[in-house]
């Protein structure tokens, strides 16, 4: 399985930057993973935030193939624990190919969320898109060794 995160903008914080590399590095003998850096759309360049969502839209939906499996991360998604993630993330292994999408600041369009199989929230607080990138990265590499029996966990 080939498992990408789509990501509105890029990642500025260097110590945000650092604990990604990190758990990258961590990843690389479990899971192909990749980072793709979607081009975020200026409000000075748009009239108002529902434009913008759509022109991120069709960048995100420009970089996804139909046989890719599109999961949003969305605050308004269904809240997991680390365990129910790690079960999820297993279901997901016979897929050739998902994708994880983080939105912009305004959050995503209609059109992603209709092309997403699920959608899924990391927590009930808001958080940067810089921290949500992070904290993905993190829970993925937890479910992996939940799913694999090493003790990170607990």
Same mark, same amino acid.
């Given at each position: 399985?080939? !498992?990408?995160? %789509?990501?509105?903008? +890029? &990642? ?9 590399s990190?758990?990258? +590095?961590? =990843?690389?003998? %479990? ?11 200026? %409000?000075?360049?748009?009239? $108002? ?5 759509a ?5 995100? !939906?420009?970089? !996804?193939?139909?046989?890719?499996? =599109? ?7 269904? &809240?997991? &624990?680390?365990?129910? /993630?790690?079960? /999820?993330? $297993? &279901? ?7 994708? /994880?999408?983080i ?7 209609? *059109?992603? +969320? ?8 990391? *927590?009930?607080?808001? /958080?940067?898109?810089? =921290?949500?990138?992070?904290? !993905? ?9 939940? $799913? ?6 607990y």
């Open positions: 399985m080939i !498992l990408r995160i %789509l990501q509105v903008g +890029k &990642t500025r914080s260097g110590w945000i930057k650092e604990g990604i990190e758990y990258l +590095k961590r =990843l690389e003998p %479990l899971i192909r993973l990749e980072i793709v850096d979607i081009p975020d759309v200026s %409000l000075k360049t748009e009239d $108002n935030p529902e434009a913008v969502k022109k991120e839209a069709a960048l995100c !939906l420009k970089r !996804l193939a139909p046989e890719d499996r =599109l999961i949003l991360l969305d605050e308004r998604g269904e &809240t997991k &624990t680390s365990l129910e /993630f790690a079960a /999820f993330l $297993n &279901t997901l292994s016979a897929e050739r190919s998902v994708a /994880f999408l939105g912009g600041v305004y959050g995503t369009h209609s *059109s992603l +969320k209709d092309r997403a199989s699920a959608c899924l929230s990391l *927590s009930k607080l808001t /958080f940067t898109h810089q =921290l949500a990138r992070l904290f !993905l990265i993190e829970q993925i590499y937890r479910a992996l060794m939940i $799913n694999h029996g090493r003790s990170y966990h």
